[in-house]
T-cell receptor
Framework: EDQVTQSPEALRLQEGESSSLNCSYT??????LFWYRQDPGKGPEFLFT???AGEEKEKERLKATLTKKESFLHITAPKPEDSATYLC???????????FGTGTRLQVFP | SAVISQKPSRDICQRGTSLTIQCQVD?????MFWYRQQPGQSLTLIAT?????????ESGFVIDKFPISRPNLTFSTLTVSNMSPEDSSIYLC???????????FGPGTRLLVL
């Protein structure tokens, strides 16, 4: 069964304190791994898509990496405005639907 | 990206009633999805709605409870029928767009059932 597990559930960082969020997955043929940011009361906002092991994508203070079993979202020198829930999802080859993890709730304090 | 709007943005409803949620997209898309996000939980797919065919429902969701319409390539509705407090959730519309097949999400409809 396709599955996504994210850790930690919650993360509190001081402004400027870099860290990483983990997304472990099992899927019957990875078609894509997706990272989203979700602010309270809003829909998920697309961040990155990764397709194959070794691939990396960057956007401002965020960098996503992918291996055959997991993905990391690295946050460098975070700011309070980076506070949000970060969701990871996978899509298998035989389907169009996304399987979501439960997310990591990030809080960055000044 | 995709510009997706949903109506209503939020509602408070009495148990036993029904609510229809509308999803409008800024350009034509083949596939539209409806998700539910219960308080403190992640997203769960309710159904996939393709224009011109019946919606495909995920395990645990049935058409009588969540009827879906897809009259054209830019619009869909989800009805939550005979509501109970357990239906209190955020309901999200999503579309597949672009060669990268990225899924984009609407702002959501926050539903509270009393």
């Amino acid at each position: 069964e396709d599955q996504v597990t994210q850790s930690p559930e919650a993360l509190r960082l001081q402004e400027g304190e870099s860290s990483s969020l983990n997304c472990s997955y099992t899927v019957s043929g990875l078609r894509g791994l997706f990272w989203y940011r979700q602010d309270p009361g809003k829909g998920p906002e697309f961040l990155f898509t990764l397709y194959s092991a070794g691939e990396e994508k960057e956007k401002e203070r965020l960098k996503a990496t992918l291996t055959k079993k997991e993905s990391f979202l690295h946050i460098t020198a975070p700011k309070p405005e980076d506070s949000a829930t970060y969701l990871c999802a996978v899509r298998a080859y035989n389907t169009d639907k996304l399987i979501f993890g439960t997310g990591t709730r990030l809080q960055v304090f000044p | 990206s995709a510009v997706i709007s949903q109506k209503p943005s939020r509602d408070i409803c009495q148990r036993g009633t029904s609510l229809t949620i509308q999803c409008q997209v800024d350009s034509q898309v083949t596939m539209m999805f409806w998700y539910r996000q219960q308080p403190g939980q992640s997203l769960t797919l309710i159904a996939t709605a393709n224009q011109g065919s019946e919606a495909t429902y995920e395990s645990g969701f049935v058409i009588d409870k969540f009827p879906i319409s897809r009259p054209n390539l830019t619009f869909s509705t989800l009805t939550v029928s005979n509501m109970s407090p357990e239906d209190s959730s955020i309901y999200l519309c999503s579309v597949l767009r672009g060669r990268a097949e990225t899924q984009y999400f609407g702002p959501g409809t926050r539903l509270l059932v009393l």
